[in-house]
């Protein structure tokens, strides 16, 4: 894990918790079982998390408390799962979400 | 099952209304969509001031610790945590979506403590990933212990800007600046001197003219403002930052309230579209009632005493205590309201207030 997290603060304390891994388009990566999926990957140095509907802007995320939609993601295959809220889990696979991302029903 | 009282909001005002709910007798319900209760306070690391020597010298974290065990504690709560509210229906019931799936709970009243949410700032690039608002880069590294990035340009220099910039350097992150279109700064002055002695500068009368980057933030450009707030050419700066902050402001979310069909009306001096309720924290449609950020941007202080006037009013209005005992415990507490608001800080929202205020006495007068 890069240098994003943070291991020493002078008021809070992070408690160790059980690393996982998972899949974000494919490539392996590690967490902590149970934090948001956005929290793992911006940790990893992922920032881009979906593509704008009309423009393809990338969108990372914005209120980390799912209210924006910002950071709507492919979660096993699941589009629009708010990847600031969902909790990661061993095994996870994650893609960026392009506009309103691919049809359930296959139409 | 049927309960008197479903509180939506499991922050200060949500937490505050149904303990004081429960404790005179009323069954409550609390639903919140996060899993762990406490709204902001499970982010806001510094101490409070208090009043009346409640939370003094406490941190917020410390403060939604003890709510939250006390709201466990109480037996006549029941918590619905990682749940969300749908929709409120006229048969008095709202519709919820848990862990478990979407089911139906119904109440003789309702507490919609919903919160607030950021206010976006209009300029070139603001669409970028690493620009965020205040309070998600607050969530990453205080309650998740992420740092949102390297280097950081805060935007807005009111209370949470003032704080958030505080808290980043508390996280090992450095800030180039905060910029303020205001030509003073905006929170108290003993955030401010603090920031000012970690040698953050704080750039009044200037503003953010543009993110850099192509997926993400790679620089951003300042600008000084005139009193219109508009950008001086010839003035601006380029930083070296990798997050934007945004802590430009807070409104109040009221998806629920305007679904419900409570009268709403624009308050600028409170950030937006508020309910219009009555000294018992009552809407106009009766038995829906609303405390915290929802019914108007404040802050967690003033939050606690509106959910606590708003857990009192349910209690009376459906009869668990007497008229006169509520009456009595009501002025009490909005004795200690106007205390809290009566600094020259809440100017602004003295004046809300007031509107609000007049608006009912209009209306009953009519």
């Given at each position: 894990m890069t240098g994003l997290r943070i291991e020493e603060h002078p008021i809070l304390d992070f408690p160790k918790r059980k690393k996982v891994k998972f899949f974000f388009e494919g490539r392996e990566m590690e967490g902590y079982e149970g934090e948001p999926i956005a929290a793992a990957l911006h940790a990893a140095g992922v920032k881009v998390l979906h593509h704008s509907l009309k423009l393809a802007r990338p969108r990372g995320f914005f209120?980390?408390?799912?209210?924006?939609?910002s950071c709507l993601m492919i979660v096993d295959g699941v589009p629009n799962v708010r990847a600031c809220t969902e909790r990661l889990r061993e095994g996870m696979s994650v893609e960026r979400q392009v506009g309103r991302g691919p049809s359930l029903t296959g139409r | 099952m049927e309960?008197?009282?479903?509180v939506v909001g499991g922050g200060p005002a949500g937490l505050s209304g149904a303990l004081k709910a429960a404790q005179n007798g009323v069954r409550v319900a609390l639903i919140d969509r996060q899993e762990q209760l406490g709204g902001q306070l499970v982010k806001q690391t510094h101490k409070f001031f208090g009043w009346s020597q409640r939370y003094a010298g406490v941190r917020g974290i410390e403060i939604g610790r003890r709510l939250r065990d006390a709201v466990c504690a109480e037996p006549r709560i029941t918590v619905f945590a990682g749940t969300e509210a749908l929709g409120y229906y006229p048969d008095n019931s709202l519709l919820i979506e848990s862990p478990s799936g979407v089911s139906r709970i119904t109440a003789k009243t309702f507490l919609f403590?919903?919160?607030a949410q950021e206010r976006m700032l209009l300029f070139r690039g603001n669409d970028l990933p690493g620009v965020y608002g205040a309070g998600a880069v607050q969530t990453l590294m205080n309650v998740y212990g992420v740092r949102p990035g390297r280097s950081v340009l805060m935007v807005g220099s009111g209370n949470i800007g003032l704080i958030v910039s505080y808290q980043l350097r508390?996280?090992?992150?450095?800030?180039?600046?905060i910029v303020e279109a205001l030509?003073?700064?905006?929170?108290?002055?003993?955030?401010a001197?603090?920031?000012r002695r970690l040698g953050i500068p704080i750039l009044t009368r200037h503003s953010i003219k543009e993110a850099h980057g192509t997926e993400c933030v790679e620089g951003a450009t300042i600008w000084e403002v005139d009193d219109k707030f508009r950008g001086i050419p010839g003035t601006e700066k380029d930083l070296d930052v990798d997050v934007i902050c945004l802590a430009t402001g807070l409104t109040p979310l009221g998806d629920l309230l305007w679904q419900a069909g409570v009268s709403m009306t624009y308050?600028?001096?409170l950030g937006g579209f508020v309910p219009i309720y009555d000294e018992n924290m009552e809407t106009?449609?009766?038995g829906i009632f609303v405390a915290g950020d929802a019914a108007g941007i404040e802050e967690a202080s003033t939050a606690m005493l509106c959910g606590e006037i708003a857990g009192l009013s349910v209690a009376a209005k459906i009869g668990k205590i007497p008229r006169q005992r509520f009456e009595e415990e009501r002025n009490a507490l909005a004795q200690e309201l106007s205390a809290l608001r009566s600094g020259p800080l809440s100017n602004k929202v003295r004046t809300g207030y007031e509107r609000i205020r007049a608006l009912v006495q209009g209306r009953r007068g009519r």
């Open positions: 209120c980390a408390i799912g209210n924006c939609s | 309960y008197d009282l479903i403590a919903t919160g508390q996280a090992g992150v450095t800030v180039r600046a030509p003073q700064v905006g929170g108290y002055a003993v955030h001197s603090k920031v308050v600028p001096e106009e449609r009766p």
